[in-house]
């Protein structure tokens, strides 16, 4: 099988799981919980087979490259990253109705990456040929899909705030709390925000060996220091305010929608060093 076949394997599973949660979502049945996170699994599966399989039809072609050096490859990444955060915020909190607010962002992801982007296996620039461009990807987007989550479980924490409330001890018990909800929003930006800050550093030292620069303000840059700095205010926020509940999950999908911008606005409709990515 080729890496284009796993791509699609991975595509369906992630709609079928999405589907599987939101019917979770309505039902209420733990068994159809279990089913949406085995395919969930799947999808993860045949995503990582999909991005190895790349790899090694690169190699193939004699580019000695990961697969993380166009759009194409950095949504499937992207995707494949979302899934490994919330399986292990999974693993952890066995809140799988979260999943309904979750699995739409791989699958969208991976449904534009694969009817919307050109898939095609091309040399690096110069620019990217050094190590630590797999450095800089792997941290940022790995922060990128723990924030993902976060905005996931604070959609999910405003709309089931907008509920009659009869006391968290009244709700379905398959369904998160409040408190759940809001803790893992937190856990996962504790996740990301570092990872962002390694991607940050990871991605300096990639710019002084690429343009002999550390840091050269260009759009993708500043909107990334944007990110890093909104995250950090949620953290301040939270240690001396003890900001939680309704304002921590505004600003938590306030931070994933800069971070959307800053990694498909910024290369797709600003200009500048990082313009290659489009």
């Known amino acids: 099988m080729t890496s ?7 595509t369906i599973a992630y709609f ?25 699994g799947i999808g993860f599966v045949a995503n990582s087979a999909a ?34 955060i919330y399986l292990l915020m999974d693993f952890k909190y066995k809140q799988r109705a ?31 040929q050094s190590n630590w461009l797999t450095y800089h990807v792997i941290t940022c987007f790995l922060g990128y899909a723990a924030f993902a989550v976060a905005c996931g ?25 409040s408190k759940v909800l809001d803790d893992i929003n937190y856990k996962a930006i504790m996740l990301g925000f570092p990872l962002l800050t390694l991607g940050i550093v990871t991605g300096a030292a990639w710019a002084n060996y690429a343009w002999g620069t550390y840091w050269s ?13 909104i995250y950090a205010a949620f953290l301040h926020a939270r240690f001396t305010r003890g900001w939680a509940g309704k304002r921590a999950a505004w600003l938590s999908i ?13 290369n797709l409709i600003l200009s500048g060093l990082h313009s290659y990515g489009g």
Do not use: H
């Not at 799981?17 to 309505?26: E, G, Q, W």
């Not at 303000?217 to 700095?229: A, Y």
């Not at 931070?255 to 606005?265: D, E, P, S």
């Open 4 to 10: 284009s076949q796993f791509f699609n394997i991975t």
């Open 16 to 40: 079928a799981s999405m589907v599987l949660f939101i019917t979770y979502l309505i039902s209420r049945s733990r068994g159809i919980s279990l089913i949406a996170t085995a395919v969930a």
């Open 51 to 84: 991005i190895l399989m790349r790899w090694f039809e690169a190699k193939g072609m004699g580019y000695d490259q990961a697969p993380l050096s166009n759009l194409y490859e950095s949504v499937v990444f992207f995707a494949w990253s979302i899934l490994f």
């Open 98 to 128: 979260v999943g309904a607010f979750v699995m739409p962002f791989a699958f969208l992801g991976m449904a534009w990456a694969q009817l919307g982007l050109d898939a095609e296996i091309q040399p690096l620039v110069p620019a990217l």
């Open 153 to 177: 479980a604070s959609i999910m924490y405003l709309l089931m705030a907008g509920r009659p409330r009869n006391g968290d001890s009244a709700r379905p018990s398959l369904l998160p709390s």
């Open 217 to 229: 303000w260009d759009p993708k840059e500043t909107w990334s220091l944007i990110v890093w700095f």
């Open 254 to 266: 306030i931070g994933f929608g800069a971070t959307i911008f800053c990694y498909l606005g910024v």
